[in-house]
């Protein structure tokens, strides 16, 4: 592990971080911008474990847990929302349901 | 007793609190009655317990202050709630329980069978509360807690059949014309007292009046506190230009009108300006206005008495004229006459309400004398009291009348001069003439109304037991008074036991000017002629030949319109004062003012933010990416600005 630079570890981290936004930003199917969220949070937890190794501070892997954890509940909940709006409305395309305003 | 003189004003409130919480539940119009009566009847025993212990203390202690607690104590302005028992209040609070409890058993008679009757004896009792609370108050803030709570009361009762119409309207018109033609009499009261407290640093009566007879104080402030003082005694008196709203008070049952409006709250100005003697002799320019109001008054009222239709209606406008005959005498300085008039008044002004009260009881509420006639066998005991009771108005000499009239009209003249005393005098004469008017039209004479539908009868004894009482005393009330003329070296009883109230008052005024006894008789004599030759004058028109009346209102018919119509001052002070306002307030503080302005702004702020808002929400799509789109722009920004910031 010494041998590959932390610069390397954190510009991948930003690259991953990157395409995940690009995905929410512009992706129509919600099923991909999901995924794309679960890229930035995974991103996230590099960059994390990259610091918490080049420190020697294992504080940040107990970080990368909660997030996990975190991203797991929250994968199920999506999944589950996602599921009553295609049932709901026949689709899962995120232009269409804009049912945010008032 | 004097130290329980609180009873006087405790037991009429409790009264009121038991009548007016529980009479709904008590029904029972005997317990209701006897409640609202005992109170005020056990009020005049420990009244007049008091007066005869003050009687026997030495005249220099006849004067003592009764404090219960602290009122008020805001800064330098200490307000204790206490009563002033002397001579004047004395007298006044005999006249107020005396007549106030014959005519609450009265009541019982008269108000018996009306749904309201419990609710008309807590009225009652909560009038007699206020009332002692104004001549007893030894401070002007107590007088005036009393002043407001008798005007309260009037207000209550002149509407008390609020479901009735009166006249043209509703008898809640006549009592809101009551109350709101009293607030503007009253407002000059206050302003009155500040001036006083202003001035004086006190509002209590012997600290005030101790500093006015001794203190260095400009005239024109005597002349602005006495002239506030009177505005508020012209409302509450029904003097010129405040008198309207009294014979609109005819509204109320006729038990209100003798109490209130004959014999008792109406002449709380008269206590009041007797009260503050002081002051308004000190301001000789304001006693001649007193004078010279109380004199048209009493003229001008007599005259629309004259032909008047309606039994109450000449009775109001013959209180406003007695009334004016009080502010007559307290003009020209005569003030223990005023008061003297005031006692009498109240006798037999009460007699002939009440009397009034029991021919419309037994003539099934018609109170058109036009349509009376010949009652005098079917109503013996009401003829006999009315009767006398019109002769001691009518100031025949050996009734009370006489002798208080008689004292007033020589004050005027001694005092006044020979123009005051003739008006009077006059005044005096058209008092018998339109009294013995109403006396013919409704006792003698043909019997003008429907025997089908109209069977009059005698009134029960509950109600001419009071009558009897009353013509007792309008007979014998006026020999505490006799004149110096006739009594000798003993002096007017009356005047030398409200001498001392009134002695700093009398020692600012200018002496009286020399009149010999002579002159006193030959006056009394002229003007007791002139009493009786139009008692003959009205007796003769009325009884024996009435189409003598009509052809001469029918020849001065432009004066008999003036007077039937009240010189048209409703009429004048509608199209000066009412109309404006209502047509002002319609006009431009409505429509104008309220529903263009207020309004437009009002609107104005909500439209501007609906069509704010109507930009603004365009931004809200709906769609969450864009949102998203944003907050990724935002932080980026965050981003941008902390890296060129490093």
Known sequence: ?102 | MINLIYLTTLLPLLGFLINGLFGRKIKNEKVIGLIGSATVGLSFLVVLGAFIQTVGLPIENRSNTVELFSWLNVGGLQIKFAYLVDQLSLTMSLIVTGVGFLIHVYSIGYMHGDKGFWRFFAYLNLFIFAMMNLVLGDNFVVLFLGWEGVGLCSYLLIGFWYDRKFEKGTTSQAAKKAFVVNRIGDFGFLLGMFLIYMTFDSLNFKEVFARAASFPIAESTFALIALFLFIGATGKSAQIPLFVWLPDAMAGPTPVSALIHAATMVTAGVYMVSRASIIFASAPAIMTVVAVIGLLTAIMAATIGLVQNDIKKVLAYSTVSQLGYMFLAAGVGAFSASIFHVMTHAFFKALLFLGAGSVIHGMHDEQNIQKYGGLKKYMPKTYLTFFIATLAISGVPGLSGFFSKDEILWSAYANGGFVFWLIGAITAMLTAFYMFRLVSLTFYGKERFDHHHVHPHESPALMTVPLIILAFLSVVGGYVGIPKVFSGQHGNLFEGWLEPIYAPAMAKLATFGSHTHLEEILLMTVSVTAALSAIYFALHVYRKNPQIAENVSKKFKGLYNLFLNKYFVDEAYEAAVVQPIQKGSEKFLWKTFDVKFIDGMVNGVASLVEKGSGLIRKIQTGVAQSYAVVMMAGIALVLLWLILSL
């Open chain 1, 1 to 102: 592990m010494s041998s590959i630079p932390i610069e390397c570890y954190l510009i991948l981290s930003a690259f991953m971080f990157c395409v995940g936004v690009a995905g929410v930003l512009i992706r129509r199917n919600a099923i991909i911008v999901f995924m794309c969220i679960e890229l930035m949070l995974n991103s996230a937890n590099l960059t994390l474990v990259t610091f918490s190794s080049y420190l020697g501070n294992s504080i940040g892997q107990v970080f990368v847990f909660f997030v996990m954890t975190v991203a797991a509940a929250e994968a199920a909940v999506g999944l589950a929302i996602i599921i009553a709006i295609f049932r709901n409305k026949k689709t899962v395309n995120i232009d269409e349901i804009n049912i945010f305003k008032w």
